[in-house]
């Protein structure tokens, strides 16, 4: 009985795993886990509308579009705080944030990052820093 043959038999004990020669497979249950992303609307009507959005974005699993025009219209210091707001929890979570159209934003948790035209692949995987020459 080779190696694979006693890792498989012990893997065959009903777990649902099948042992092939070069590979394992596994059977994923991901029935019950919260392995799924949603993308959800938003409308930020009032900078006290930002609580929701944010606990979405702070779940991890959400990629929120943010509709900004009745804010805009009304209020553009709101609009301003609640902006800083979003950038300084997608910072701290590790997501990203852009606008797009005149009345649109994007958030995303930490595995998406938004694609910006005119960026290089390798500057899109690079978070961004300041490099300071000693002389």
Do not use: C
């Amino acid at each position: 009985m080779g190696f694979l043959d006693k890792v498989g038999s012990m893997f065959q004990r009903g777990t649902g795993v099948e042992i092939e020669d070069d590979y394992v497979e596994l059977e994923a249950d991901i029935k019950g886990s919260r392995a799924k992303i949603s993308i959800r609307p938003f409308t930020l009507e009032s900078f006290e509308g930002i609580k929701p959005i944010l606990d979405a974005i702070r779940e991890g699993y959400t990629i929120a579009l943010i509709n900004i025009a009745p804010i805009k219209e009304k209020d553009s210091t709101a609009l301003k705080r609640a902006i800083d707001k979003l950038k300084k929890t997608l910072e701290a979570n590790e997501g990203d944030i852009a606008g797009f159209g005149d009345s649109w934003l994007i958030a995303t948790p930490s595995f998406a990052k938004v694609y910006r035209e005119g960026r290089s692949k390798d500057e899109e995987e690079q978070p961004q820093s300041t490099i300071i020459n000693e002389e």
